[in-house]
């Protein structure tokens, strides 16, 4: 029984690409204070994408002791989400033996996904993981590790990712959930919810699987040694927790049948709830949040962090100085074009290789342009990405706009006028940390999402610029293909000149 005299709440932690927060909630889903940290991830090679594990743990022990400070709460249980699926090895004390290798944008093991796919055939990947291979997958960057790093990956016993790795910290339980699980292609049946043992036992030889649970069932409690680190009491309940969109999808009310989740963050996510398992060869198909759903997602691997580097490259502005000057921009940005793909892409097609395309640049243009033109490259990519769902079978009733880029209303604004489509803006865009929270208070009370977070505003789509986004989607369709050739005969070369030992060398060095 908790005491009298204090607040009953949850807390929710998300490691995310840039930060990561935390949020402390009530039970009956007021946010009751949040608190950041941000980060930045390591870039050691082209293609290569890492952050430091220890740096999620202690981030999480400071945002925790902020979060406690001076507040009169009792903390009932704790949800935890994190990008993914990422892959972090680590000994048989769980201590990490390199740098966490994240998500799709690491786009390091092109070759392992070409020899494995080869190796188990595309039919059979579709049909025991529900996805073919890309650089979302985790058993190519495993063989990567295996070629490259023998000696660390002969050490490893455990297999961990964000959240997982929090949740050992926190309680010393070695878990991961069915969603994440489900993403960590080929090591996953899709169908039968367990873990593929003769691929997992070719590609991760040593290494223990670890238990699988759903994102809202209790790992364990906070042991002793984390209540000290953390300010946690000793013994609150840790649920298993899962990737950030997915918790973010839980946090918008967005996990329904029909309702597809539009994530906007340093990358663009897509979650789309469906009754059955559909399968194409350019999206991903994986379990959902909650026992007995599934989902069709898509990814796009740059968007807030494409307007981040013109922040940092424009000197630092301030974003809402730059988001004035975009929308005093026309429709269009004065005749520009960008592909949005500066560290490759994830979906609709895999490329590693691909990079950002900036067409129709004159002396004329302004830092308002291109600050546009890179709202509506991803706006087109969307396009792009909502047109492979529905044509692999979704049926998409609703669109659910979170993350941090809603707020400003310009970013959304731009995607609805590309797409023709509306999207619901819930009350509250905390994110996947408040997913988390809510996880956590199921385990204690029985509250409901759409009580805690209900609508707030509809983007519909203006008119006036229909025609004119429609053929300028046309020509975005059109300019991969055609500077495909150059762009990736730069990408070797971008790769060339970070490793010496590949100078001299022609064409794909992956």
């Not at 691929?199 to 984390?226: H, M, N, S």
């Not at 998409?396 to 803006?425: C, M, N, P, Y």
């Amino acid at each position: 029984m908790l005491p009298a005299v204090t607040t009953a709440a949850v807390l929710g932690v998300d490691i995310g690409t840039s930060s990561s927060k935390a949020v402390l909630v009530s039970l009956a889903g007021d946010v009751l204070a949040t608190a950041t940290r941000e980060h930045r991830v390591d870039l050691p090679a082209p293609g290569h994408v890492e952050m430091d594990p220890a740096v999620w743990w202690h981030e999480l022990c400071a945002l925790t002791r902020e979060l406690l400070a001076a507040r009169d709460v009792a903390v009932a249980a704790v949800g935890v989400s994190g990008m993914g699926p990422c892959v972090v090895l680590a000994d048989g004390r769980g201590a990490a033996l390199r740098p966490a290798i994240l998500y799709g944008v690491d786009t390091r093991a092109e070759a392992e996904i070409e020899e494995l796919t080869r190796r188990y055939g595309e039919d059979e990947l579709a049909a025991r993981s529900g996805s073919l291979l890309s650089t979302q997958a985790v058993g190519p960057k495993l063989a990567w590790l295996a070629a490259h790093e023998p000696d660390a990956f002969a050490g490893a016993r455990k297999l961990l990712m964000p959240s997982s790795w929090l949740v050992y910290r926190l309680t010393g339980a070695y878990v991961l959930d069915h969603h994440s699980a489900s993403q960590s292609d080929p090591l996953y049946d899709i169908e039968a919810e367990r873990w593929y043992e003769p691929w997992w036992d070719d590609l991760a030889p040593g290494i223990e699987r670890p238990a699988l649970l759903w994102p809202g069932d209790a790992a364990g409690t906070v042991t002793a040694a984390a209540a000290q680190e953390t300010g946690l009491p000793e013994g609150t309940p840790v649920l298993a927790g899962t990737v950030d969109a997915w918790a973010e999808a839980v946090s918008g009310d967005a996990h329904n049948l029909g309702d597809l989740m539009l994530m906007y963050g340093s990358t663009l996510f897509f979650v789309h709830t469906v009754d059955r398992l559909l399968r194409s060869p350019v999206l991903w198909s994986t379990v959902g949040a909650y026992p007995g759903t599934r989902s069709l997602a898509a990814g796009m691997a740059t968007s807030g962090s494409i307007t981040a580097w013109l922040r940092d490259l424009f000197g630092g502005s301030d974003y809402g100085e730059l988001v004035a000057e975009a929308a005093a921009s026309p429709a269009g940005a004065h005749g520009l074009l960008l592909l949005p793909y500066f560290a490759g892409e994830r979906t609709p097609f895999a490329d590693p290789r691909a990079r950002g395309v900036l067409a129709g640049l004159t002396l004329a243009h302004t830092r308002g342009d291109l600050y546009r033109s890179a709202l509506e490259a991803t706006a087109f990519g969307v396009r792009h990405n909502l047109e492979a769902l529905e044509a692999s079978g979704a049926e998409i009733a609703r669109i659910v706009a979170v993350g941090g880029g809603t707020t400003g209303a310009l970013w959304t604004q731009i995607v609805s006028d590309v797409t023709g489509r509306e999207q619901v803006v819930p009350a509250k865009t905390v994110g996947a940390s408040y997913g988390d929270a809510y996880l956590a208070a199921c385990a204690v009370s029985q509250p409901s999402i759409a009580d805690w977070n209900p609508p707030a505003e509809i983007v519909r789509p203006r008119r006036e610029h229909e025609a004119l986004y429609d053929d300028l989607y046309e020509l975005y369709r059109d300019l991969y293909p055609a500077t495909a050739a150059t762009v990736h005969a730069l990408a070797d070369e971008q790769i060339r000149s970070a490793n010496p030992a590949l100078a001299g060398q022609k064409g794909s060095t992956t």
